[in-house]
């Protein structure tokens, strides 16, 4: 008998007498355990939301910049070399983050009109060196467009529960398990909190994880390869990052057990690349004849025009920020909580969840791991690479600052990586009782974590009714 594609929809269940022990007493209790990560993932995120003060997310003031030139003039804004070109003028908008595609600010736009009315939002707090009070306004319509981004949260995390499901379809634990990583990182939290694309990159990262692992369980059909193709190609829309996505999903598609033959298979991938790159390609055609570059950025300050001694003190930072702020949003807590601490819990729980994983491999004889998970978990892992590659390929050879504050950027990958890491820990125990145990004692840790962020942000920021230290 085969097993049913329903087996990874959210809510699913595999309808095999095999899964009748993941679908039947244990499927009730994971989806109330699901509904609370998610409950504890929407307090969390709005209340980390209230304590980042409104313009001080990651370059919010460009994004919102972005946000506003379309919802208001129907346009997109002019890319601005000059980092304090912050402030909207109608119909004549300027960004630095006007280099993006625009599909996220298409939708924030909507929120925006939606709630456009409402009064602006005052900000004062004081200058930490100079001591001198600063006022100003931020349309009220930020907040909303703020609450939007953990929406796209919430979006994600089921779709991360809906990819561990397929891919470990009998361990509830594991679904759980990734899904408390993810909702309790606190740069999730962070990010989603926040006026930024990172958040709809993320919704598209974790959908098409999920139709990887589709094809690689169940095969593929041609209308299957169309649907990785449209994932693929919106991601793209949202941000060049998810070109990692595209030699993935190739790899995908020669791996898949649905093709019958080797030109069908040739068919499907070249019909899926093309549908990726031609959805976006009027974007990158629409900066070429604007700018004269496809790939045009705001800014160009490499690495490797430093000088010397410059660039080999960035080069012997870059590891240690990258790493910190692929978890916490290091440069604002850092006065108000212990960043070894989080790097050695976060350390800790990398080094432990890999040797996990070596442990499943180990096995292999004894307790093969089924071939759609071996290649979901080697693919998942290869696309944290491939962005983590451009990342660095961004810092050396376009923005220095990049390897500095750009490990929020690994977030985007996060979705893919929960279910990895999840397996990895619960492999320690050898997937038995004290799975259970271990995956509650990571998410219950990274939860302690997520709270010490929030407080010390609001402790940075002056904001929840807490004062600046």
């Known amino acids: 008998m085969q097993e049913s594609p329903d087996a990874g929809q959210i809510g699913g269940c595999m309808r095999t007498p095999s899964a009748e022990s993941a679908a039947g007493p244990r499927a009730l209790p994971a989806k109330l355990g699901l509904a609370a990560i998610l409950a504890a993932y929407c307090a969390l995120a709005t209340v980390q939301s209230l304590a980042t003060r409104l313009q001080w997310g990651p370059d919010e003031p460009g994004h919102i910049i972005y946000v506003q030139s379309v919802a208001l003039d129907g346009r997109f804004p002019d890319i601005s070399r000059d980092e304090t070109d912050d402030a909207y003028v109608p119909g004549a908008a300027r960004t630095h983050e006007a280099h993006h595609p625009p599909a996220y600010y298409a939708l924030a736009a909507v929120v925006w009109r939606i709630f456009a009315g409402l009064p602006d939002q005052p900000v004062r707090y004081t200058s930490g060196p100079s001591g001198e009070l600063v006022r100003f306004t931020v349309p009220g319509a930020v907040r909303p467009v703020r609450l939007l981004s953990v929406l796209l949260g919430v979006v994600t995390l089921l779709l991360t529960w809906a990819c561990a499901r397929t891919i470990f379809p009998h361990r509830p634990a594991i679904w759980l398990g990734a899904v408390g990583l993810l909702a309790f990182t606190p740069m999730f939290t962070y990010v989603t909190g926040v006026i930024n694309n990172d958040p709809l990159l993320h ?93 045009s950025y705001a800014y160009y300050t490499p690495l490797t025009e430093l000088p010397e001694a410059r660039r080999a ?92 504050t750009g490990g929020r950027y690994m977030v985007t990958v996060f979705p893919l990586l929960a279910p990895v890491a999840a397996r990895g820990l619960s492999a320690l125990v050898a997937d038995g009782r004290w799975a259970k145990v271990v995956l ?30």
């Not at 996505?245 to 057990?257: G, H, K, N, T």
């Not at 962020?453 to 929840?464: E, K, M, Q």
């Open 313 to 404: 003190a960035l080069l012997t930072a870059f590891p240690g920020a990258i790493f910190l702020f692929s978890f916490v949003p290091a440069d604002v807590v850092q006065a108000e909580m212990s960043l070894g601490l989080v790097a050695l819990v976060f350390g800790g729980l990398m080094v432990l969840s890999a040797g996990g994983l070596a442990v499943a491999l180990l096995r292999r004889k004894s307790r093969p791991l089924p071939r759609f998970e071996a290649q979901a978990l080697g693919l998942c892992l290869l696309t944290g690479a491939l962005v983590l590659a451009g990342l660095l390929r961004n810092a050396f050879f376009l923005d220095w600052r990049m390897g500095l």
């Open 203 to 295: 919704c598209f990262f974790a959908a098409t994880a999920w139709q990887w692992a589709r094809l690689l369980r169940f095969g593929g059909s041609r209308r299957d390869a169309v649907i990785l193709g449209l994932l693929v190609g919106g991601a793209i829309n949202v941000k060049e990052t998810a070109l990692a996505l595209v030699p993935v999903s190739v790899f995908v598609l020669a791996l898949e057990p649905g093709s019958e033959s080797g030109r069908q298979r040739v068919a499907r991938i070249a019909g899926m690349a093309g549908l990726a790159l031609a959805l976006p390609a009027w974007w990158y055609v629409h900066k070429w004849l604007i700018y004269g570059h496809p790939f």
């Open 440 to 469: 509650a004692a990571a998410v219950l840790s990274l939860l302690a974590i997520n709270i010490s962020v929030i407080r010390a942000t609001a402790l940075a920021y002056g904001t929840l009714g807490l004062s600046v230290r």
